[in-house]
């Protein structure tokens, strides 16, 4: 007798030449379109992150950032229990740039940039006027200080300028060094802003805006296997494929349930598999999976028919019609379900008569 797991494994098990693929982009496709265009504010963090059908075009697109990155940062037990704790990493964490604790001015004339710290946004934001002099000295060695201010100074090299175009440059690389000191970091790490606490399952992480998953493990409040972001990319940079494919299921299944559509989760993975196979992230449209399949009427059939139909005669290319697309196109029958059974039947030879 066969047991209930064995029962329910029989049924869920796919039947020979079904079309996996078809099946997969419907079950996605379908639902996709009544996606409400509402977008959903994640709390606490002051801007609203997409859902429901941008995102998920940011998602099989395989965009290399998404329009608002997001970043879940974990704390260690000892840090996690507390609220004031959670904080006080976040605070570490968040970034602040001089410009938002000072004001940046430059001097051509003396061929100087000055640095003017505000005590009032410096105290709001936990930066001392030692931590901007700091961060200033790494600009240049050059630097003198009065009266809460930083002054660098840019003379002129060794070989003087010989002509009135040479010091033109130098001082258009004094203008385009001020924009840089303005966004320079003073604190926390680079590519992480507004961090915000939360409680989740009895714990407090920060969820923050932007992403850098390196910078965040290097602080040793922040634990280093719980560091999550939506940006799929930078996971496949830092932890690999095999990551980046589980988080390409994670945020396609998040914006589903968001949206109370409910799609089977081996539909995402097969979608998830098929963008990951050639060890990158590849996207589904015509620089990625569709531009890259085997028949020329296939590759035609999606986008640039007219390219695809050129290309394919000028190099006298041969389709084996082995696909679906190509095979509807021609009015054959698919080499799909029962499209690809073939039967025979064994007669019995009669008697000849006598």
Do not use: W
Request: aromatic share 4%; glycine share 8%; net charge positive.
């Amino acid at each position: 007798m066969m047991t209930e797991e064995k029962k329910s494994l029989s049924k869920s098990l796919i039947a020979s030449y079904e079309a996996v693929g078809v099946v997969a982009a419907q079950s996605l496709g379908e639902p996709g379109t009544q996606m409400t265009m509402r977008t959903f504010h994640y709390a606490g963090v002051a801007e609203q992150v997409p859902t429901g059908l941008p995102r998920l075009i940011e998602i099989v697109d395989s965009k290399k950032e998404p329009k608002k990155s997001i970043i879940d940062i974990y704390l260690k037990s000892a840090y996690s229990r507390s609220p004031t704790e959670a904080e006080k990493v976040s605070r570490e964490i968040s970034s602040v740039f001089v410009s938002e604790v000072a004001s940046v001015e430059d001097d051509l004339e003396q061929r100087s940039i000055v640095v003017t710290y505000s005590d009032k946004d410096g105290s709001a934001l936990g930066v001392t006027f030692t931590d901007l002099r700091k961060a200033m000295e790494l600009v240049t060695e050059d630097v003198k200080v009065s009266d809460k201010k930083v002054i660098l100074k840019f003379p002129l090299s060794k070989k003087k300028a010989k002509s009135e175009e040479q010091t033109a440059i130098t001082l258009k690389s004094i203008r385009r060094m001020t924009n840089k000191i303005n966004d320079t970091v003073v604190k926390g790490i680079r590519g992480i802003t507004r961090g915000v606490v939360l409680k989740e399952d009895g714990e407090y992480f920060i969820r923050a805006a932007g992403f850098n998953i390196v910078g965040a493990m290097e602080h040793p409040a922040v634990d280093s296997k719980r560091i999550y972001t939506n940006n799929i990319k930078e996971v496949e940079r830092v932890f690999g494929i095999e990551a980046a494919r589980n988080s390409i299921i994670h945020e396609i299944k998040q914006v589903m349930d968001m949206q109370k559509l409910y799609v089977d989760i081996r539909h995402i993975m097969l979608i998830s598999d098929a963008m990951c196979f050639s060890g990158g992230i590849k996207s589904i449209g015509r620089h990625g999976l569709s531009g890259g399949k085997v028949g020329v009427l296939a590759r035609a059939a999606f986008e640039e028919t007219i390219k695809h139909l050129v290309n394919a005669s000028a190099i006298a290319e041969e389709d084996k019609l082995i696909g679906v697309t190509e095979n509807i196109l021609i009015g054959q029958t698919v080499p799909v379900g029962t499209g690809r059974i073939r039967l025979a039947m064994k007669l019995k030879r009669r008697k000849a008569k006598e």
